[in-house]
């Protein structure tokens, strides 16, 4: 990270960022084409876990390669200087997460349906019994997260 004074390297405000943010944006590549998607989620342990269509692009390039990149960011303001400056003075606050892991989708249904009640408690809801109907269409996926770094700009 070019400005380390930005960096926030304590765990615990990290995962609070992680449990706070509402969307994660998911980076993939294929054949030197990138493709971010941004998804709803849910974390823990050094774990993401996405649901989505078990078909469609995100399901194709993950297949080809299960390397991702992911983001999250909490705070976004734009912290404008006093009226009459250049936009050059301007700043923008914010909290960010950038990360990389190895993603691959989950087929055990009691993987699955863990995963989908961290993803469902994450927005505040309560697990349920998931339709074996729509968990046999369902695709879920699990990120084993192998680096992150956090910034604040504050």
């Given at each position: 990270?070019?400005?380390?004074?930005?960096?926030?390297?304590?765990?615990?405000?990290?995962?609070?960022?992680?449990?706070?943010?509402?969307?994660?944006?998911?980076g993939?590549?294929?054949?030197?084409?990138?493709?971010?998607?941004?998804?709803?989620?849910?974390?823990?342990?050094?774990?993401?876990?996405?649901?989505?269509a078990?078909?469609?692009?995100k399901?194709?390039?993950?297949?080809?390669?299960?390397?991702?990149?992911?983001?999250?960011?909490?705070?976004?303001?734009?912290?404008?200087a006093?009226?009459?400056?250049?936009?050059?003075?301007?700043?923008?606050?914010?909290i960010?997460?950038?990360?990389?892991?190895?993603?691959?989708?989950?087929?055990?249904?009691?993987?699955?349906?863990?995963?989908?009640?961290?993803?469902?408690?994450?927005y505040?809801?309560?697990?349920?019994?998931y339709p074996?109907?729509?968990?046999?269409?369902?695709?879920?996926?699990?990120?084993?997260?192998?680096?992150?770094?956090?910034?604040?700009?504050s």
């Open positions: 990270m070019r400005r380390t004074l930005q960096e926030v390297k304590e765990a615990d405000f990290i995962e609070t960022v992680l449990q706070r943010a509402q969307v994660c944006r998911l993939f590549s294929v054949d030197d084409r990138p493709y971010i998607v941004p998804v709803n989620f849910g974390y823990t342990a050094g774990r993401l876990f996405i649901h989505g078990s078909e469609g692009r399901m194709d390039m993950l297949r080809a390669n299960p390397r991702v990149c992911f983001e999250v960011e909490l705070e976004e303001e734009l912290g404008l006093q009226k009459g400056e250049s936009p050059c003075t301007w700043g923008f606050r914010y960010s997460i950038i990360g990389f892991g190895e993603a691959c989708q989950l087929e055990d249904e009691d993987e699955k349906r863990r995963a989908l009640d961290v993803i469902v408690e994450h505040g809801g309560k697990p349920i019994d074996p109907s729509s968990m046999h269409n369902l695709a879920v996926i699990e990120i084993r997260v192998e680096s992150m770094t956090c910034k604040r700009n």
